[in-house]
């Protein structure tokens, strides 16, 4: 058995400027941090919504989720061997970091994501908009926040939303025009845990010159095998093996076969 471990981090030690940041990181950052626009929250992280469209609004500053890269990588290579077959297995994956899917903004923004369909029929049969979008209202106060959005002082009051939103309008705008995590709504999530570990190889030979007599016949292994035979993901619909969803994934490819070496 082989077994491989690996862990990289990489992080911004100094800008020469001092106070100054490298485009959105600062000095101590991962250089693989994950700084982008989000859904103005409420103090206790309750989505914020419009009282007029029920819909949300955008926070102006940019919020760190995270980062790309996994926290560790690993690979399990095995060989073994059941009665007279020999059985290869090959396992590897990643635990950690955070992976963004275009693939599943487009289902929403297009109609095809399987949830999409929710509330379109019962929506179409009353002729209105019936989805009622949880979050709160800013019934008053005020939020003041420094340069760099830090939060000075936030004195706003909320009452939940009772507002009704057009379905396919709140499809095509939370989880497409800005990140929504697993944390924030699971439902609607566009961004995802990377964490995944996958059935890379499996094959399976056996000598089948046991059980055919040929003249100078020395070995006859016949072998099956699969590549990508099995995945378990955190993240739907795509394969965080391919790297970042950044622009529509295909989906991944399993492979079978079989193959006859023969000896004399």
């Known amino acids: 058995m082989g077994i491989n471990w690996s862990r990289s981090v990489t992080k911004l030690s100094e800008i020469y400027l001092r106070g100054a940041k490298y485009q959105n990181l600062s000095e101590g950052d991962r250089v693989d941090s994950y700084y982008q626009t989000v859904w103005q929250k409420s103090a206790a992280g309750e989505l914020i919504l419009d009282a007029n469209t029920a819909l949300p609004t955008k926070d102006p500053f940019l919020s760190n989720l995270g980062h790309l890269d996994p926290d560790w990588r690993l690979g399990v290579q095995n060989k073994f061997k059941i009665g007279g077959f020999t059985v290869n297995a090959d396992v590897d994956g ?41 979050g709160v209202v800013v019934t008053g106060g005020q939020l003041e926040r420094d340069i760099n959005g830090k939060v000075i002082s936030d004195t706003r009051t909320y009452r939940p939303n009772t507002t009704a939103v057009n379905w396919q309008t709140w499809s095509q705008i939370y989880p497409y025009q800005a990140r929504v995590t697993e944390s924030e709504s699971k439902k609607f999530a566009n961004t995802y845990d990377r964490t995944y570990f996958k059935l890379r190889r499996l094959s399976v030979s056996y000598d089948i010159a046991k059980l055919v007599k040929m003249k100078n016949l020395k070995n006859l292994d016949l072998s099956l095998y699969g590549y990508n035979l099995y995945v378990w993901k955190k993240i739907p619909y795509v394969d965080p093996d391919f790297g970042n969803d950044s622009d529509l994934q295909d989906p991944s490819a399993r492979y079978l076969g079989f193959s006859l070496n023969v000896k004399f």
């Open 94 to 134: 990643a635990w950690g970091g955070l992976i963004n899917s275009v693939t599943i903004e487009k289902m929403w923004w297009g109609g095809k994501h399987p949830k999409s369909v929710e509330y379109r029929d019962a929506e179409y049969a009353v002729g209105k908009p019936i989805y009622v979008p949880a």
